[in-house]
């Protein structure tokens, strides 16, 4: 029972460059969830995706995209990244408005 | 914007006592909570969650909800070393997104053996 998994689990990436990170979760949940965590900062939403074919903006979207390419799966894209990015980003899943976010176990990202 | 605010700590509290880690929001209308746990270098854990008003508890834990104060709560009882942990508080507060989970900032537990 994988639940939300996250690949990869580590980068390190020069200033500029590209880079997706992937989600998938297998428990048919409808909404998913990119959040990144800083020190002292807490969890903070970067975009989120209600259901299949919707995605909304969170907190802190600059510099980011998305996509929800089915019901499992659900794509970060740093299109240039920037020191500001090094950062842990987590995924996570529900099923509906009153249940709690499953989280994968997050990708670790430094940009130099 | 609608909050949830924990103290950051760190509580510390030793081996065996009692740990209480405390969370107030800012939504009234409010009904579910949560209470993850992380542990450094890892993600969030779910360990409990309560949507009525009074208390539930699991094994060690109890989670206790007051609506009409707003605040949110989680008692650790017989704290061991593996409690150290970050805590975090999220509860489900309607915003212009809808129906979103917003998260504390944390409290970091210790446990000194």
């Known amino acids: 029972n994988a639940g939300v998994t996250q690949t990869p689990k580590f980068q390190v990436l020069k200033t500029g460059q590209s880079m997706t990170l992937q989600c998938a979760q297998d428990?048919?949940?409808?909404?998913m969830y990119w959040y990144r965590q800083d020190p002292g900062m807490g969890l903070r939403l970067i975009y989120y995706?209600?259901?299949?074919?919707?995605?909304d903006k969170g907190e802190v979207p600059n510099g980011y995209n998305v996509s929800r390419l089915n019901k499992r799966e659900f794509s970060l894209r740093l299109e240039s990244a920037a020191p500001s990015q090094t950062s842990v980003y987590f995924c996570a899943s529900r099923q509906g408005n009153d249940q709690p976010q499953h989280f994968g176990d997050g990708t670790r990202l430094s940009i130099l | 914007q609608k909050e949830v605010e924990q103290n950051s700590g760190p509580l510390s509290v030793p081996e065996g006592a009692i740990a209480s880690l405390n969370c107030t929001y800012s939504d009234r209308g409010s009904q579910s909570f949560f209470w993850y746990r992380q542990y450094s270098g890892k993600s969030p854990e779910l360990i409990m969650f309560?949507?009525?008003?009074g208390d539930k508890e699991d094994g060690r834990f109890t989670a206790q909800l007051n609506k009409a104060s707003q605040y949110v709560s989680l008692l650790i009882r017989d704290s061991q070393p593996s409690d150290s942990a970050t805590y975090l508080c999220a509860g489900i507060m309607n915003n212009n997104a809808g129906n979103m989970l917003t998260f504390g900032g944390g409290t970091r537990l210790m446990v000194k053996p």
């Open positions: 428990m048919n949940h409808n909404s």
């Open positions: 309560i949507y009525s008003n």
């Open positions: 995706s209600a259901s299949e074919g919707t995605t």
